[in-house]
């Protein structure tokens, strides 16, 4: 039966700032290097191995799926990368640490930011130090000013229905390597949790999650891998 791999990133160097990062490209840390390898050699010793890989177009994600694939000695499979899997836009939040953010607006309006389902944090300031308007990676995409979980949803999802399920569909086992926030999408959606508790659900960076498939397409239910 096909089964799917989803992996956060390992530790970012915002990770490790406690910094809002979102859209914004930002390099893993040691740890995150350790963490993605880590994830490979897990999937080697218990004998799951990707045939099919799938990230987002920011390094901290792409660096993860390929340390990870290197060490269980896949680094070959077919690879795509899509700005759809990218991290929320955290808006106007991008760059800030969060603690000096929250003495700022105070604790409970940066939790609605950071874990409400479909309250937004305020909008990127255009031309500023973190517009991605002139990145050559999204060239003729709308980029986001900001986002809420539910605006990533409704990105992630038509992607995963048209492009990553019929990969599971032909028997692949598929690798997703993302973020917390577009890997939240996934697992609200494959595990049918509601809006209020996916507020809740922390992905961690570096444990690849598992899900196996029915021949009807069907997920069963989420395990990490190291408890496999």
């Known amino acids: 039966m096909p089964s799917l791999i989803l992996v956060r990133h390992g530790q970012s160097q ?3 700032e406690n910094r809002f990062t979102g859209w914004w490209d930002v ?36 660096k993860t799926l390929h340390l990870a694939l290197e060490a ?19 808006g106007g939040l991008t760059g800030l640490d969060k603690a000096e ?7 409970e309006q940066v939790k609605v930011w950071r874990r409400s389902f479909d309250v ?13 308007a002139s990145d050559p990676r999204y060239a003729g995409i709308a980029i986001p000013a900001t986002e809420s979980l539910k605006l990533t949803i409704e990105r992630v999802l038509p992607y995963w229905e048209s492009t990553i399920l019929p990969q599971l569909g032909a028997g692949e ?14 697992v609200k959606h494959l595990s049918g949790i509601s809006d209020a508790d996916i507020t809740e659900l922390e992905i961690p960076t570096g444990q690849p999650i598992v899900y196996d498939f029915d021949t009807q397409l069907v997920p069963g239910e989420r395990h990490y891998l190291k408890d496999r």
């Open 14 to 16: 915002w990770n490790l």
């Open 27 to 62: 390099d893993l840390t040691d740890k995150g290097v350790a963490e993605a390898t880590a994830a490979g050699e897990l999937l080697a010793a218990k004998g799951l191995l990707p045939t099919v890989a799938f990230t987002s177009v920011q390094k901290r994600a792409i």
């Open 72 to 90: 269980c000695g896949r680094l070959w499979i077919p690879e795509t990368k899509d700005w759809r899997l990218n991290e929320r836009h955290y």
């Open 101 to 107: 953010t929250a003495a700022k607006h105070g604790d």
């Open 120 to 132: 937004p944090p305020p909008p990127l300031e255009a031309n500023g130090p973190f517009d991605l």
């Open 173 to 186: 086992t598929v690798i997703v390597a993302a973020h917390g926030n577009s890997l939240r999408a996934l």
